[in-house]
């Protein structure tokens, strides 16, 4: 991926792309540097926003003493407080080996493969756990306990159906007005808070700097404010249908299934691999069913989905804005009409951002309902499917002890399996 100091066109796009789908960070700085820069800085504060880990290292380290590179290592880490991140630092150098084996270490892959698969791993368990249990259990019931168990699980899909509906109507009418002005505002606020700076870099860098220096700015309040908004979003999302996840635990009360609520509740909630790989195998495929099949998105990924064609309105819009700014500036290189100029065009900005990040909550918002009502469909259906194959079963099969008995065995190497796991 292009450096944190690439060219601006590469270095939005394709920093904001691998925010989603990166899972660990290395930065690297040269000893001779000095410091960190202040571009480098800004993505390292979009890392931790978007809750990934990074480790950060002095690089070059055979150029300088260890004075000064204890020096370097000092004014870094002051600069990562300052913005409230503690961080060890590391040095490598290429004549040095050695080093390299700390910066391996710093990653600790066992721990980054954990935190990619392994609650993934122990959900097929769990589901594959709760499958073979509710076979059990349906072949222990009669008939007619499985077919009100069936005819509630539909009962639920009904209501499923109607909250998605009543919600999606809801978000029609939700202006998100409130939404928008607090992130435009913070864009505002930082953008003044930066004048003297974008003043600098106007009348030495020309139009090209001064534009990435807005949009290093604007993105990075962006992440931050439209973080927590999204979260919240999500979180209103899921509590309203949480009352219809619940009830399930009722519904298969006597199924055997510890904590089916709690569990749908927590998968909600975090990324779905296999719905990912899924997605990935298809990506080619014109199957409409195919496409059906959305990913359940942590808070960070649907941000990712939003900030980035934020920015790149932004990167559509900002030459124009910044081109008049410096048609005025070119008049005058004072300092005080150069800040005047600057801060002519925030409100310009504000609103080309304000409009967007309106239209895309409200098509995230309704993305979120549809990918929960979808998984809460699939789900109830599975479980009705499985009770109506387990009857079928028990109707055609005349020696259901032993059909208890496989499935039993099944059930202890999926236990073995995953009690590895913990």
Known sequence: MPGFDSPLENHNRAIMSYLDKGIYYVALVPVDSGTITKSMLTQIKNIVNFKKDFSIFITKTDLRSEINIKEVSKEIKNRLEDIDINKDIAYINQNDIHLFDSMIKELDPERLFDSVFIDAIKDMCYNKYNSINIKISALKKDKNENDRTIEALEDSLKEIKKRKSDMIEEIETNSYEKEANEVINQVGKELNNNIDSLVNIALSGGSELLKEEILNIIQSVTIEKLGKIVEKLNNDINIQFSNDIKSLDEILSGYNINEFSNKLLNVLERFDIQTKIKNMMSTNSDDKTDKKYKTITTAFAVLTDIIHPAIEILIIYLPEIINLCFTLIAKSKQKDETRSQILSQIPSIKRKLRQHI???????????????????????????????????????????????????????????????LY
Do not use: A, G, M, P
Request: net charge negative; proline share 0%.
């Open 358 to 420: 309106i239209d895309i909550l409200k098509k995230e918002s309704e993305e979120r309902i549809n990918i929960i009502s979808q998984s809460l469909d699939e789900e109830l259906n599975k479980k009705k499917n499985e009770i109506e194959e387990t009857q079928k079963q028990f109707d055609s099969n005349n020696n259901i002890e032993e059909l208890i008995k496989n499935y039993q065995e099944k059930l202890n190497l999926v236990n073995e399996v995953s009690n590895s």
